[in-house]
């Protein structure tokens, strides 16, 4: 079975500042890892993926994140935050030897201040 | 290029009646996945469509079920509503096992 765990609830940054929203994952086999960001009243929207090769991932938005097999992590990062960046934050998992099915963290919402 | 939409927006139903949502795949997109968000909570995978048949199943029970048509729209049908059947259902297509793009979700609240 696989699964997701996301730590922190919220997370609340100054605008400017550096954001880290953390994810840990467990699959059995190798994994496929995203993440995804969801506004008020709307659906998932697709930040960026790690599949293979380079353990940085570059996605949308100014956001990255680190595949750390090790710490079986991959937490989301972005160097300077932005109010507009406050939402809600969801990691997922697909186990490549499990079909297409993705398993969702709970979520981290994310409050940048001004 | 549309991306993926679905059918309708918000709904609400009484406990005991039927349901069903509606959701087109992005254009190119020829597989369908459901997936359920409660409200607080991540999304659980429902179940995929694939060349018109479901594919995988997440743990849900048999009152959920689905169809895929052959233009890769697809439908989910839930029958003897709960109040814990509230929630927001979201569909994603992708082409076969390739990246899932979400659609914009039904709220549906069951009273």
């Known amino acids: 079975a696989q699964s997701v765990a996301q730590p922190e609830d919220q997370v609340n940054v100054a605008e400017g500042n550096p954001l880290t929203v953390k994810c840990t994952y467990s699959v059995s086999g190798n994994p496929y890892l995203f993440w995804y960001v969801q506004y008020p009243n709307r659906g998932l929207q697709f930040l960026l993926k790690y599949i293979t090769g380079d353990n940085l991932v570059k996605g949308s938005y100014g956001f990255e994140a680190e595949f750390n097999k090790s710490q079986t992590s991959f937490h989301l990062k972005k160097p300077s935050a932005l109010v507009s960046d406050s939402a809600l934050y969801f990691c997922?998992?697909?186990?490549?030897?499990?079909?297409?099915?993705?398993?969702f963290g709970g979520g981290t919402r994310l409050m940048v201040k001004p | 290029d549309a991306g993926v939409t679905q059918s309708p927006t918000h709904l609400i139903k009484t406990r005991g009646q039927q349901v069903t949502l509606r959701c087109s795949p992005k254009s190119g997109h020829d597989t369908v996945s459901w997936y359920q968000q409660a409200l607080g909570q991540g999304p659980q995978f429902i179940f995929q469509y694939y060349e018109e048949e479901e594919r995988q199943r997440g743990n849900f029970p048999d009152r959920f079920s689905g169809h895929q048509f052959p233009n890769y729209s697809s439908e989910l049908n839930v029958n003897a509503l709960l109040l814990g059947d509230s929630a927001l259902y979201l569909c994603?297509?992708?082409?076969?096992?390739?990246?899932?793009?979400f659609g914009p979700g039904t709220r549906l609240t069951v009273l």
């Open positions: 997922a998992v697909r186990d490549n030897n499990a079909g297409n099915m993705l398993t």
């Open positions: 994603a297509s992708s082409l076969r096992n390739n990246e899932q793009f």
